[in-house]
Structures are given as structure tokens and as C-alpha cells.
């Protein structure tokens, strides 16, 4: 889920319900919140239960699974969060480590069991990128399995073929997500799906692309390798002048045409101006164009009007 920011630094609850009906009506197999593209990192508590309890019921109304973070960069934040929405009965709950100091092994194992028995029969997602304080290993997820009952799936930046090698005891008892601009190798390497950026850009077209990986994986790697020149030309450029991942995946969000999404993000941040949308459109034009739609409905509103 992404946040359409207004002017003035509010959030426009609004555009969740049209989000969910988007992505119902693209056939994804689920949705989640508050991942980093739905910058949880910057709501305030009412605006956390907003977003969980809208979400939810939305996509009870779709039939749509759903799974809700209680992420957030303190503990006991984190337990306060999971208690708030374990009664909206989420197919799982997304969590990250503790943020401010690195953690070792002992303490994840530690904050994972108890935020395993705050979720009660609600299983655990770990959300752990390559940006956070504490990168896990292959050794370190076998081990979490193992000792968290509760922890179902992982949610990371996926790897070489070595480390897919040295993830199989993990791929065999959880559930591994992987970044979308890869799901083509990582599943023939054992990964299960992933939380995409792709479908930031265009849920139709990653829903298409899904399907092609199970039915042609030939073509689906073809596609795999555009998509990866679209990384690198349109962008590895924004990400190498300073700006995070998920403001990229806002403005693909703006570029694809399908949501009424601004790259603005939430105070204190800023997005990434409106004037790359335009080479960033040209690039997935050329390259990926089935990830464009013909006539966007993305606001061209700059993203700095309010700082």
C-alpha cells in the first residue's frame, strides 16, 4: 500500500479503498501494509490504525488476503502495534528487528518469540532489507525458524545463487519473499513471491508477468533481463543521487498510470521531483512498455510544494 500525501502533509485516507480495488481488480494474490513504501517510518499512531483498520476492510469486502505490519524501529511500539491489530484477523503480520543498535541472534530470537505470543495464532512475517541495522544470514534465518514457531515467512533481499543454495532449509519451512525485480530468477531458484516494486509500477502487468513465470519461464526471464535494464537506466540514477528505495517506488507508482499517487512522501521527507517522471516514463516506455498504461491518472503536482 502507498500513501497519497496532500499538499499540507496529510495523508488522503481515500486513496487506500482505490488502491485495494486496483489491486483486486489486477488479480494479485494479496496486499500488505506498512512496509517502507507505506512509510511507517513517518505515521503517528491514529494514522497507523487508520491505515490497518481501512485496509482490512476493504479487502474483506474483495475476498482479498491481507497481511498488516506492526512494523516499527522500537519493541515495545512494536507489541503495542501487533496488540491494536491482531483482532482484524490478518493472514499474517509484518515485523522488523529492533532498529536503533544493531541486534545479535539471541536478541532477535528474544523479540521475535514475544511478538510470536503478543500475534497469538496470527503468524509472523520478519521484514529484513538490505538497508536494515541487522542483515541476517541464511544461517541466522535457519536458526529463527527453528527457535519461532510462530514466524511463517521472511521478507529480504534475496541473494546470489549461493546463498539460494545455503537458504534451502529456510526455503523448505518458511515462506521466502524476494524483491519483484528478480522474480523471475528467484523463483527458479526456490523463492515463494514477492512484496514488488513492480507492482508499484503496474499490478496488471506483474500479475501478467507472475503467470508467465509459472507457464514460459523462457519469456519470463526475457522480461526479467528489460526490467533490469529499466533498473539500471531509469532507476539506479535516482537511488545513486540519494534518494531511498521507496521514494522510487512512489514515483513508479506516479509513472505507471494506474493510481492516483504523487511522489510526495510523508514530513520530514521529501520525494523525488516530478521532473524525473518524465525519463523515468520514457525508459519503462522503451524497455518494459507492458508496465505502462496508455493514459495515466498520476497528479503531476511537485512533491516540495509544502517543505
Avoid at 482505490?18 to 513504501?37: K, L
Avoid at 529492533?98 to 495464532?121: H, I, K, N, Q, Y
Avoid at 527457535?147 to 549461493?162: F, H, M, Q, R, T
Amino acid at each position: 500500500m502507498l500513501l497519497r500525501i496532500l499538499k499540507d502533509g496529510r495523508i488522503d485516507l481515500s486513496c487506500l479503498e482505490e488502491q485495494v480495488d486496483a489491486y483486486a481488480a489486477a488479480g494479485v494474490d494479496g496486499v500488505y501494509t506498512n512496509g517502507t513504501a507505506t512509510e511507517f517510518h513517518g505515521q503517528s499512531d491514529d494514522a497507523f490504525a487508520d491505515i490497518s483498520t481501512r485496509v482490512a476492510q476493504r479487502c474483506r469486502e474483495h475476498g482479498l488476503p491481507f497481511q498488516l505490519g506492526a512494523t516499527h524501529p522500537l519493541p515495545m511500539a512494536t507489541l503495542d502495534r501487533i496488540r491494536l491489530i491482531r483482532s482484524l484477523s490478518p493472514g499474517a503480520i509484518q515485523v522488523v528487528l529492533p532498529d536503533w543498535v544493531p541486534v545479535d541472534l539471541e536478541t532477535a530470537s528474544r523479540f521475535l518469540s514475544r511478538c510470536a505470543v503478543v500475534a497469538g495464532d496470527v503468524g509472523l512475517v520478519l521484514y529484513n532489507p538490505p538497508h536494515a541495522k541487522t542483515v541476517l544470514t541464511p544461517t541466522d534465518f535457519i536458526a529463527l525458524a527453528d527457535a519461532v514457531p510462530g514466524l511463517v515467512g521472511i521478507k529480504c533481499g534475496g541473494g546470489d545463487a549461493a546463498w539460494y543454495e545455503a537458504m534451502r532449509p529456510v526455503l523448505e519451512s518458511l515462506s521466502v519473499f524476494i524483491p519483484g525485480h528478480f522474480m523471475a530468477t528467484g523463483s527458479s531458484r526456490g523463492a515463494h513471491g514477492s512484496y514488488s516494486n513492480m507492482a508499484c509500477l503496474n499490478p496488471r502487468a506483474t500479475v501478467a508477468w507472475n503467470r508467465q513465470i509459472k507457464e514460459r519461464p523462457d519469456d519470463a526471464m526475457a522480461l526479467e533481463r528489460r526490467i533490469g535494464r529499466f533498473m539500471e537506466k531509469a532507476i539506479s540514477p535516482i537511488l545513486d543521487s540519494g534518494y531511498p528505495g521507496y521514494a522510487c517506488d512512489k514515483l513508479m507508482a506516479s509513472v505507471g498510470g494506474w493510481a492516483d499517487i504523487s511522489p510526495r512522501l510523508l514530513w520530514p521527507h521529501a520525494g523525488i521531483p516530478d521532473r524525473h517522471k518524465a525519463e523515468v516514463r520514457r525508459w519503462a516506455e522503451k524497455l518494459i512498455p507492458e508496465f505502462v498504461e496508455p493514459t495515466g491518472t498520476a497528479t503531476t503536482e511537485t512533491p516540495h510544494a509544502e517543505h
